[in-house]
């Protein structure tokens, strides 16, 4: 039978893709430092990333329903979470040990920009869905150690932040680092899982891409503020191979219903699903 090529990535994309894929999955298997510190890592990790995002075809794609690649990705996807997770820690290290931070201090970061233009995406998403809260707090549910989510949120719009994770040194090394921006008033950094987390105050709950358990965190949502909208980062496309992709029939059985979502670009990994809470 004949290959449906128009369906298909280009050769030298496909290729490319495919080879940088299982460079990945070896390295990030095989080495035991998975921070910047290791060479290896870096350079596997960006070329990697930079290959996902040069393919433009992100609705749909052959590599995706390749055995090896179906099966290398279910053991690939925790292990770049746990790479994410050093990266942050390691750049969360330098800026908490500093007494005072500037704008131009967080420029130091190699993915600020694109942190920057996620946000800005975010609440033009946001608003078009009708979830963005005027005065109320948005909280961040699995925020790490690296916060930049909510220092953008608050920068672009102005509301208080309240970040969460259930990760002590997370929470120990974002509060150091909200302190040394003079952001303490703003952004509230607490240790809780979001499975625990009282949201009755929050004007808007955004989920991280690689929080678990979100089944019980969206039921939690539910339970302690039913009437406040879900932002939850997911993937589209290729950019699967990097994040696992929302699950929208949970969110449906939670009792929310799809709003919109943030724009693809060119330079932007996450695609963020906005949804509006069903009257109880």
Known sequence: MAQNTALSLPVSHHDLLLSHFRAAHDVLLNEQDLSPRNPKI?????AFVAAVLDCHCHDICDLLAMPEVMAKRDTLLPKLAQAEYEMEKFFALDFAAQDVLTDTDLDHFIYRDN?????????????????????RPVVFVGAGPLPFSAIDMHKQTGLKMICIDSDADAVALSRKMIAALGLQDAIEIVQSSGEDFDYSGAGLVMVAALVSAKDNVLARVRDTAPGVGLAVRSA?????LLYEQADERALDRAGYDYAGKSRITDTIINTTLFF???PV
């Not at 589209?236 to 699967?240: D, F, K, Q, W």
């Open 42 to 46: 870096n350079s596997c990790l960006s």
């Open 115 to 135: 942190y920057v233009e996620l946000v800005a995406e975010e609440i033009d998403a946001a608003r078009a869905a009708n979830v963005l809260p005027h005065d």
């Open 236 to 240: 589209e496309g290729v950019r699967t």
């Open 276 to 278: 509006q809470p069903r």
